[in-house]
Structure formats: structure tokens, C-alpha cells
């Protein structure tokens, strides 16, 4: 059975410092691995997606993530934070033609 | 641009009082999603439709139906809300994936919160 764990629920950093979101999948196969991004009050919105193209995915807003397969991993990384980062972030992995399992999310806090 | 549309943005019901979500998508996919999110947690899968076939999640209450007339539009009714189903619901869509992974995200809007008194 294919699931997602987010290992922190919260995680404050300083507005210009490195960001780090941790997610570990656990699946029988090569998964398909989103992370989302959700403002208060606001849908979700795909910041990037793997699919097995390459191990190291980058996405909008700075965001960058990398698949391990030997550690079960898809971190989610930025080099500098910024105010507008403030916001939940969600792992996501597919289970297959249409179901995809939510990660608890991680709240990410951004310090002046 | 295409995109994931709901309406209201925030809705208002009295206790027991039928309310009806609205979703519309210029996307053109065939999967549409509800998810239920309650504050601080993940979304929570309601029912999706693939086409016209209609999907319901084991655990979702009796309470929450849904109907899809065309591709575009999906609605949400919950017909009698309780003050427990005060949350934000977000509808996404999606195309259906082809053989055991899916590699095609999905696309929300920008969700309805719901406030029941």
C-alpha cells in the first residue's frame, strides 16, 4: 500500500535562510509524487510534480525537490525564504488512475 | 486560462438547511473531485466522478450527494447540515491516469468555506 508521511507539521525559518519540507513515501512501486502549496483561505496550487524523468525536480516560485529512492524521500527545498512562502505545504502521491493520498501537511513559518 | 471555478467563495447556512456547492471547469477533464478540509488538516476526499460514473468515498456521510449534469459542471449538496460539516470544500479536477501510475496532478479551485449556524 502506498502512503506519505510529512515529518514536521510546523517549521519556522528566517525570512532569507534555506528551506527544508520532509516527506517520506512508502510505496511497492516507483510513485508519482506532487507537492502543494495552499495560502490561507485558498485552493491548492501545484508547485511540482516527479515523474520519473529526473530525480531532481524544480518548480515555480524557487521551489526544488529530489527524489530518493533508497531513502523513500521527496524533500522539498528552497534557498532563501521569503515572507510569501508563509503558507501549509502538502506531499501527495498518487495511488494510481485517479486517487491520490495527502501527506498531514507542513506549515511553514517565515520570520522577519 | 483555463482553471477550476467555485462558487460562492464563502457560503452561510442555518443548522438542517440544504446548500448546494457549485464547481465548473474550463479544463475539460474527465475526473472531478470534492474534498472536505477542515481546519489545520489534509483535504479529505468525498466523492469523485470519472465521466459520469459517480465514486463515493466509503466513509463519506450520507449527508453529502453529488451531481455531475455535464463535464464542466459538478455540484455538492449536503442536505442537512450539521455544525460538524462547518469547512472548506475544494473541488479539483484531474485526467484519469493510464496504467498503474499516474503521473497527472490535480487542479483545485479556490475552494468554498462553509460556515453552518
Known amino acids: 500500500a502506498q502512503s506519505v508521511t510529512q515529518l514536521d507539521s510546523h517549521v519556522s525559518v528566517s525570512e532569507g535562510t534555506p528551506v527544508l519540507l520532509r516527506c517520506n513515501y512508502s510505496?511497492?512501486?516507483?510513485?508519482?509524487l506532487f507537492w502543494y502549496v495552499q495560502h490561507p483561505n485558498k485552493g491548492l496550487q501545484l508547485l511540482l510534480k516527479y515523474t520519473s524523468a529526473a530525480t531532481l525536480v524544480k518548480g515555480i516560485n524557487g521551489f526544488e525537490a529530489e527524489f530518493k529512492k533508497s531513502e523513500t524521500s521527496f524533500h522539498l527545498t528552497k534557498p532563501s525564504a521569503h515572507m510569501s512562502d508563509a503558507a501549509e505545504y502538502f506531499c501527495?502521491?498518487?495511488?494510481?488512475?485517479?486517487?491520490?493520498?495527502f501527506g498531514t501537511g507542513t506549515r511553514l513559518k517565515v520570520l522577519a | 486560462d483555463a482553471m477550476v471555478i467555485q462558487n460562492p467563495r464563502y457560503q452561510v447556512t442555518q443548522f438542517g438547511k440544504p446548500v448546494t456547492l457549485s464547481c465548473s471547469q474550463t479544463?475539460?477533464?474527465?475526473?472531478m473531485y470534492w474534498y472536505q478540509q477542515k481546519s489545520s488538516q489534509a483535504p479529505k476526499l468525498l466523492f469523485h466522478?470519472?465521466?459520469?460514473?459517480?465514486?463515493n468515498e466509503a466513509d463519506t456521510p450520507d449527508n453529502f450527494q453529488s451531481r455531475r449534469p455535464n463535464t464542466s459542471f459538478c455540484f455538492l449538496d449536503i442536505r442537512s447540515p450539521g455544525l460538524g460539516d462547518a469547512a472548506m470544500y475544494l473541488c479539483?479536477?484531474?485526467?484519469?491516469?493510464?496504467?498503474?501510475?499516474?503521473?497527472?496532478?490535480?487542479?483545485f479551485g479556490p475552494g468554498t468555506r462553509l460556515t453552518v449556524l
Open positions: 501527495v502521491v498518487s495511488l494510481g488512475t485517479y486517487k491520490y493520498i
Open positions: 479539483a479536477t484531474s485526467v484519469l491516469g493510464q496504467g498503474a501510475i499516474n503521473y497527472n496532478e490535480q487542479f
Open positions: 510505496s511497492s512501486y516507483s510513485p508519482s
Open positions: 466522478y470519472y465521466d459520469k460514473d459517480f465514486n
Open positions: 479544463l475539460n477533464h474527465n475526473v
